[in-house]
């Protein structure tokens, strides 16, 4: 039952497994589900989705599963209209809902498509077609303990809707960061460690020390922790970049606002990383890249940010910067190789699809560096490599 559902779930990127899925079918043989739709959509939610991060995924999913009917529209339109006429509604005191029969969606789904493609006047009343006033599974005013409404008022909450309502597309772990959300991530790339004058209560401790002293209570202080991260951040701007300026400008604020590290500097570049790299993209100010590695110890962390499509002779050969006032004597691929070799944890944030990643120059940048997404699970992956020691 709902194999395909499975399938539309693997299809959005919600990674569920296969002992998942058979979890739920089991609750679901259980009656944990009932009979209600509404009550498989939050079933499938918890047992399925591993984070909340995947919720949007799995509301798109389970509606275009659970709305996707193909109906001729000359049909359906002059259904809509046979069911917008005038009716009696029919009252539910006077029905025996046991009688009635019950069927699993796929068969109702079915039912459906089979009606619609049959039908060909209204029907009132009755308990087989698309209708009115009936036990129908199908139409409205009616009564029947499971089935799909068309047209009229619903009165009970629809899972479709739920799920088309989709309250939780903040979380999606695809999405592109916002300020706040880069700042959260950043907040990950920490290496906490006691130092300074100023004491804090360890309470973990305090109790270790009153519970072993029979009750007496003993307070133990430390040196409040600190972060001890340094981080250098080098940020592409110009040329190809130019679609991702809003994105580097928050990623930029994002982390010169945390006021979180134990010191972070940030550089400029275009393209590629040549002799030189800017300390501003505004005027001529920049400094060497040799000595921005003499002066940047192999304990900070670096996250380079940029798109690296580039002309492949931009990467790969002596003077192929293309700023016209400037040159470089090494080879751009050269001076990322140095970076890599003299910083311990080193990353690249790219802001284009990871489909693009095939080109030449990106999957080349892509050998010297772990390359990362610009996205929430992007940065949340790179924040962990960076609090890796990798050498």
Not at 13 to 36: C, D, I, K, N, Y
Not at 108 to 114: Q, V, W
Not at 288 to 311: E, R, W
Not at 322 to 329: M, P, R, V
């Amino acid at each position: 039952m709902f194999t395909e559902f499975f399938y539309t779930l693997r299809h959005h990127r919600v990674p569920v497994t296969t002992t998942e899925w058979l979890t739920l079918l089991e609750a679901m043989q259980q009656g944990f589900a009932g009979s209600s739709l509404v009550g498989f959509y939050h079933l499938g939610r918890s047992l399925l989705v591993k984070s909340e991060s995947y919720y949007d995924q799995y509301d798109i999913a389970f509606r275009d599963y659970f709305t996707g009917l193909e109906v001729p529209e000359k049909v359906f339109d002059e259904l809509l209209r046979w069911l917008s006429e005038e009716t009696l509604k029919l009252d539910p005191q006077g029905v025996n809902l046991e009688s009635l029969p019950r069927y699993d969606w796929e068969t109702i789904r079915r039912m459906f498509e089979e009606r619609l493609k049959e039908q060909t006047e209204r029907h009132n009343g009755g308990s087989r077609w698309i209708g009115t006033g009936g036990t129908s599974p199908f139409g409205h005013s009616g009564v029947h303990p499971g089935g799909i409404r068309v047209g009229g008022e619903g009165h009970n909450q629809s899972a479709v809707k739920i799920a088309a309502e989709r309250q939780f597309r903040n979380y999606r772990k695809d999405l592109t960061l916002d300020t706040r959300q880069i700042k959260v991530a950043l907040k990950k790339l920490r290496h906490l460690r006691r130092t300074g004058t100023r004491l804090e209560l360890d309470i973990e401790e305090s109790i270790d020390k009153t519970c072993r002293n029979a009750g007496e209570i003993e307070l133990v202080f430390h040196p409040e922790r600190k972060n001890d991260v340094k981080l250098l951040l080098l940020m592409d701007a110009g040329g190809s970049m130019l679609p991702y300026a809003r994105l580097v400008n928050r990623l930029f604020s994002a982390a010169d606002s945390l006021n979180h590290f134990r010191d972070f500097k940030h550089f400029y570049f275009h393209n590629c990383i040549y002799d030189y790299l800017r300390t501003s993209m505004v005027g001529g100010e920049r400094m060497a890249t040799a000595h921005i590695l003499d002066t940047f110890d192999s304990s900070y962390k670096v996250i380079v940010v940029g798109d690296a499509h580039m002309a492949p002779f931009e990467l790969f050969m002596e003077h192929g910067i293309i700023d016209y006032y400037d040159s470089n004597d090494t080879a751009g691929i050269v001076w990322l190789q140095r970076l890599e070799q003299h910083f311990r944890n080193i990353v690249w944030l790219n802001p284009m699809p990871p489909r693009a990643w095939r080109h030449p120059t990106i999957s080349a940048v892509g050998q010297v560096f772990p390359m990362y997404h610009l996205s929430l699970a992007g940065i949340e992956e790179a924040v962990a490599e960076l609090t890796r020691l990798t050498h």
